[in-house]
T-cell receptor, first 114, second 109 residues
Framework: NAGVTQTPKFQVLKTGQSMTLQCAQD?????MYWYRQDPGMGLRLIYY???????DKGEVPNGYNVSRLNKREFSLRLESAAPSQTSVYFC?????????????FGEGSRLTVL | DAKTTQPNSMESNEEEPVHLPCNHS???????IHWYRQLPSQGPEYVIH???SNVNNRMASLAIAEDRKSSTLILHRATLRDAAVYYC??????????FGKGTRLHILP
């Protein structure tokens, strides 16, 4: 069972470069999420997608774009990376209609922006 | 934006019970309480959830106050492997899921 798969696991960028973090889930979940976690801090929601074709802003969306390519895949793009975006990024998914559906997380993508 | 409030950190001795509190004073009647934990260098993982009554599973117990404004995650016999950050969150029909800063649990050998 793959669950939630994120790529790449590690990435180093220079300021101003762009990149896309990929996330895929194989659990037929409707809702998908991108969080970031700075050192010693909690998780902050960047964007989420309640269903294929929809995306919504979270707590810290500035500097990011997302695409819900299909039900399985949800990508996060940094158009012009900044050092403040150095963080660990987690993708998560769950059934919609949030009652008992637990969130499943990927292993994280560690991004360093120089 | 987090709707829940937790202590920043707690300590407990190995093999003793641990009670992790969470306040959710604005919770609505249909919101579930979920707990997750994050081990060092890993993504968060589900622990337990409940609505009104107390819940038990193989990992922990969840005690929910009668007025539902607070809850307590209970680890019955803490081990060193339980050292982690524990997050309490509200789950409702809204798909926007916000985490707070959680409680960092230290286990003393």
């Amino acid at each position: 069972n793959a669950g939630v798969t994120q790529t790449p696991k590690f990435q180093v960028l220079k300021t101003g470069q762009s990149m896309t973090l990929q996330c895929a889930q194989d659990m037929n979940h409707n809702s998908m999420y991108w969080y970031r976690q700075d050192p010693g801090m909690g998780l902050r929601l960047i964007y989420y997608s309640a269903s294929e074709g929809t995306t919504d802003k979270g707590e810290v969306p500035n500097g990011y774009n997302v695409s819900r390519l299909n039900k399985r895949e949800f990508s996060l793009r940094l158009e012009s990376a900044a050092p403040s975006q150095t963080s660990v990024y987690f993708c998560a998914s769950t059934r919609r209609g949030g009652d008992t559906g637990e969130l499943f997380f990927g292993e994280g993508s560690r991004l360093t922006v120089l | 934006d987090a709707k829940t409030t937790q202590p920043n950190s707690m300590e407990s001795n190995e093999e003793e019970p641990v009670h992790l509190p969470c306040n959710h004073s604005t919770i609505s009647g249909t919101d579930y309480i979920h707990w997750y934990r994050q081990l060092p260098s890993q993504g968060p993982e589900y622990v337990i959830h409940g609505l009104t009554s107390n819940v038990n599973n193989r990992m922990a117990s969840l005690a929910i106050a009668e007025d539902r404004k607070s809850s307590t995650l209970i680890l019955h016999r803490a081990t060193l492997r339980d050292a982690a950050v524990y997050y309490c969150i509200e789950r409702n029909r809204d798909d926007k899921i916000i985490f707070g800063k959680g409680t960092r649990l230290h286990i003393l050998p």
